[in-house]
């Protein structure tokens, strides 16, 4: 099964994997320490005189964090300040770093990881501004989709009494979210792994309609590396959330949750990485570029007769 | 329209009357006045959600002065258009939860009738008020003080799709303020009677009801009072139901409820559930059950034999959190997760009110304090000692957590000062001044009080008050006059100022300084002859010339030196509240100090190790101070909080940008 290799070399991604995931990690990392070091100052000059705000250190203190908004309203402001720059800054790193980490996983010379990654940020960084705009609307889909999807579950199980009724749709909806944001995400993804792997001889808007029209001819396998990947994610939030998170109650804990919650950030961007990987090495197993189907080509690409191994990765990249 | 003739309605009550067995006796001795009685016949069509009734109403006149008139609620009616008082206070939105305008209702009545010698008198209807929930009569015959009047009403009701109380959702029923229903007459003040607001509850006088429905077969009917009789009709029932000493009487029908059944201490618990909160059951029977114990314990045993729980259907919640005599109105929900104990807070709630409304009967248009804000210290007393008082309402929630006092505080600093406790309940600046003052601040004011008098005094204190309150209706002056007379004090000059004021109060540290002890100059009395103080210390002088190396090795050892230390407390706001002082030194030793309040400060010296901290209120006996973050001072606060809640919102914006890598 080639999805099930591609995935494999994703996983086993080698030095340039293991690159890309330390700088997607150490980037939002740093962003978010800058980001929040001027609400520190503030708290720290407004809580350190008070022996009241201990209450606030193990989560409680909800009635202390009201005084904090009605009494100094400027503490919010100044502290949160530099947050939208934050993301904004945020924005063209995770730009380069993930055009680098395309670049380095389409590369062949994984010797140099290092210089790989820049060759790909230079080349594919302005391209995948792209993407952005995509984004920008597909965030709008799914913000808006499942705000009405909420709005019609509500209005659906609105004096439901069978559970499985109400859970049955909540499943129903919750699913068919999913499968139309992974279409989405994994048409991106594919379009920019076809860039990625086409050199210059393929536009970038091209490479975006052959990616999704490559998706969609493999729907269950490319639907299901998008959805595997973004299960990884989900629990690792669902863990810092809910599990790690608590940690923060009980002071002895603390520090132990905390670094919990970091090795979840980490686990995150190795799985970004390694979703990044899955999905140059899936696409490249079908080597379509050397053939060049037209857009929407059928789908006798997937003929067994068509099927051409799956390059396997240099040995040196799958020491991680 | 079809009315029907005055004869065929007293035809049918009478005939009701004449065939009825009799109803239970549930009390031998009246507990209350039983001056406003009602016998009910009510039959639902569950496919319009409408109603018809006949209805009987026996009413005696308790006051001094004649009744010439009567004035009636018609509650629905706050659901009949958009000129409703209801309508136009709330803009079509109650609490959360929005009207659905295409399902609007009313209550109409068509035909009413005063019974004098035995004849029915048809009475004109006049709406006297700015709507149609209050209608007034010229009453046949005036009701002298000590007299009865019998009147007998054919009424109709159409019900809204529930947003506030009361109407339908789907086969879902909940009748709240139902039925054509007197005001309270009050001599020569005339009827109390107001118009349904979108902040007001009710007032009404204390009677028997005998309410007999009839419902689809197949629907389970949950209503106050006890059932006594059950009549199968074709694919209809009749269900009886009787109660005394009580107020009002609510009751729900639906074909889905999940009944389950319960008995403690002789008091039986039915719960209605819906069928997807099957699961949370456990949680309500325990909530009644530890609210029956706490509530009997503090004030008086339950006296009623039954408590019913309704749960109303998902999109129904416009319904819950209500209470009626022994029929409550919970709000449990399958999405919100369980470290979040609504469910226990709101049934333990409106179980309490079972005593703040249901018994001290207190006027819920005008000083809803009275119920609410009682009511509500009550229920952070059950949570705080159920759960712990700083997780009684969130308890682990993704690592944070809250506690009742908590909440009613955040709700109250946001609008400490625009209006009183004590205001008619639609006279509020907004819904949250409303919220704030008749649930909040009441909290925090029975708390602060509770600091002053210490708990076992404050227990007997209000247990004075509940005793004389119960089958009465309480004013906010009762409670000073009765709470002073239980305490042996005039409450009155720390509480009125609580309650008629907007008057807040703020402790805080203002100054510590701690110096080193003067060395002492002139002449030393201490000797004989004296001598100047200089020579008597030479040896002490000596050791300081030596310089900055000395003076170092004296400040690793700070507990050897003494100091001179002041403290000063500072009190803001117009409030007066006694409160205490915790002042601890380096040595770590601490001393408790209290002040009375009066004046704007207080100082406090001392002769002796440094001062380490000073915490005014330690034991959040104050909850009332506005800012409770100033109310302390460390020499070295280790930053811990501050860390700790950077770290909590950096983990938020850290996840938050590298969830948008997943997009890029
Ligand atoms: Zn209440």
Avoid at chain 2, 203 to 217: H, I, L, R
């Amino acid at each position: 099964m080639r999805w099930m290799s591609s995935v494999k070399n994703g996983f086993l991604c080698g030095r340039g994997g293991a690159l890309s995931a330390a700088l997607f990690y150490l980037e939002a990392f740093l962003l978010s320490s800058m980001a929040l070091a001027p609400l520190g100052a503030g708290l720290h000059r407004v809580l350190d005189g008070s022996p009241e705000a201990l209450s606030l250190a193990s989560g409680g203190g909800a009635d202390l964090l009201g005084e904090l908004a009605f009494n100094q309203p400027g503490l919010w402001a100044a502290g949160f300040g530099l947050l939208p720059w934050t993301i904004l800054l945020h924005v063209v790193f995770a730009l380069v770093l993930t055009a680098g980490t395309y670049g380095l996983a389409a590369s062949d010379e994984p010797r140099h990881p290092w210089g790989d990654f820049w060759k790909g940020a230079l080349r594919l960084t302005l391209p995948f501004a792209g993407v952005l705009a995509l984004n920008v609307a597909g965030w709008g889909a799914v913000t808006v989709v499942p705000a009405m999807a909420l709005m019609g579950v509500a209005k659906a199980v609105e004096g439901s009494t069978s559970s499985a009724a109400v859970w049955g749709l909540v499943a129903g909806w919750g699913s068919a979210l999913l499968i139309m944001a992974a279409l989405f995400k994994g048409s991106l993804g594919f379009g920019q792994a076809r860039y990625t792997l086409s050199g210059k001889e393929e536009g970038f808007g091209r490479s975006l309609l052959n990616g999704t029209a490559f998706s969609l001819r493999r729907v269950v396998p490319a639907a299901g590396i998008t959805l595997l990947f973004g299960a990884g994610r989900f629990l690792a939030f669902w863990g810092l959330y809910w599990v790690l998170a608590p940690g923060f109650a009980t002071g002895g804990r603390a520090l132990a949750s905390m670094v919990l919650q970091q090795g979840a950030f980490l686990a995150a961007a190795y799985l970004r990485a390694a979703e990044i990987r899955a999905q140059v090495s899936y696409m490249r197993s079908w080597d379509e570029l050397a053939r060049r189907p037209a857009v929407g080509a059928p789908a006798d690409s997937q003929a067994p007769g068509a099927l051409q191994p799956a390059p396997a990765l240099d040995s040196s990249d799958t020491l991680l | 329209m079809r009315t029907r003739s005055l004869a065929a309605v007293l035809g049918a009550v009478l005939a009701t009357a004449a065939a009825a067995q009799s109803p239970p006796v549930l009390f031998q001795t009246p507990m209350s006045p039983r001056n406003a009685n009602y016998a009910i016949d009510a039959s639902l069509d569950p496919v319009k959600h409408a109603l018809k009734g006949d209805e009987r109403i026996r009413w005696r006149n308790i006051q001094q002065a004649p009744a010439t008139d009567a004035w009636f609620h018609l509650y629905l009616n706050a659901f009949v258009n958009s000129q409703s008082v209801f309508m136009k206070e709330s803009g079509g939105q109650h609490r959360q939860f929005q009207f659905d305008d295409k399902s609007w209702g009313y209550c109409r009545v068509t035909a009413i009738a005063q019974i004098v010698e035995g004849k029915a008198v048809p009475l004109k209807q006049t709406f006297p008020r700015e709507d149609s929930t209050v209608m007034r009569v010229e009453l046949a015959a005036p009701v002298p003080p000590g007299g009865e009047a019998q009147f007998v009403i054919a009424f109709e009701d159409q019900l809204p799709k529930v947003f506030a109380r009361a109407g339908y959702l789907g086969s879902f029923h909940m009748m709240g303020q139902w039925f054509p229903k007197l005001g309270v007459f009050q001599g020569d003040r005339g009827w109390n009677c107001h118009e349904y607001h979108l902040n007001s509850e009710f007032f009404s006088d204390f009677g028997v009801y005998d309410v007999a429905v009839t419902v689809p077969k197949a629907y389970v009917v949950g209503a106050t009072g006890v059932l006594w009789k059950e009549a199968d009709k074709g694919d209809t029932k009749t269900l009886s139901f009787h109660a005394e000493d009580v107020h009002d009487f609510a009751w729900t029908a639906s074909p889905n409820f999940v009944v389950a059944e319960e008995t403690w201490n002789k008091v039986k618990i039915r719960v209605l559930m819906q069928p997807i909160n099957r699961g949370d059951i456990p949680r309500y029977m325990a909530s009644v059950k530890r609210a029956l114990d706490d509530f009997g314990r503090w004030l008086w045993p339950y006296p009623y034999s039954q408590i019913t729980v309704v749960d109303p259907p998902l999109g129904g919640e416009g319904a819950g959190g209500m209470e009626y005599p022994t029929l409550i109105t919970a709000d449990a929900n399958p999405f919100i997760p369980r470290s979040v104990l609504f469910p226990e807070m709101v049934t333990v709630h409106e179980f309490g009110h079972q005593y703040w409304y249901g018994m001290s009967a207190n006027n819920e248009f005008e000083e809803a304090w009275l119920d609410e804000g009682i009511n509500s210290y009550y229920e952070t007393r059950v949570m705080d000692e159920w759960f712990s008082p700083n997780r009684s309402i969130v308890d682990g929630f993704a690592g944070w957590r809250m506690g009742d006092v908590a909440m009613q505080r955040l709700s109250y600093i946001g609008v400490p000062g625009l209006d009183p406790i004590v205001l008619p309940s639609w006279k509020y600046v907004s819904n949250g001044a409303y919220n704030a003052m008749s649930y909040a601040k009441p909290v925090l004011v029975l708390k602060t009080l509770e600091g002053v008098l210490g708990r076992p005094k404050m227990d007997e204190v209000m247990k004075a008050f509940f005793m004389k309150a119960k089958f009465t209706h309480p004013t906010t002056e009762d409670f000073l006059r009765i709470t002073s007379e239980a305490a042996g004090r005039d409450l009155s000059p720390l509480l009125r100022p609580m309650l008629y004021g907007t008057g807040t109060v703020d402790f805080k540290v203002a100054r510590v300084t701690s110096l080193p002890e003067e060395t002492l100059k002139g002449y030393d009395m201490s000797v004989s002859p004296p001598r100047l103080a200089e020579k008597a210390r030479t040896a002490d002088q000596a050791r300081e010339s030596k310089g900055k190396d000395k003076a170092k090795e004296e400040d690793r050892r700070p507990a050897n030196r003494l100091f001179d230390s002041s403290v000063v407390i500072q009190r803001e706001g117009e409030l007066v509240v006694p409160v205490e002082v915790l002042v601890a030194f380096e040595d770590g030793t601490s001393k408790r100090e209290t002040w009375d309040g009066q004046g704007r400060y207080t100082a406090f010296s001392y002769h002796g190790p440094k001062v380490a901290k000073v915490v005014v209120d330690p034991d959040g006996k104050v909850p009332l101070d506005l800012r409770r973050l100033n109310n302390g001072w460390v020499k070295e606060g280790g930053g811990l909080p501050a860390r700790a809640l950077k770290a909590r919102l950096r983990t938020v914006v850290q996840g938050l940008l590298v969830m948008l890598f997943n997009w890029m």
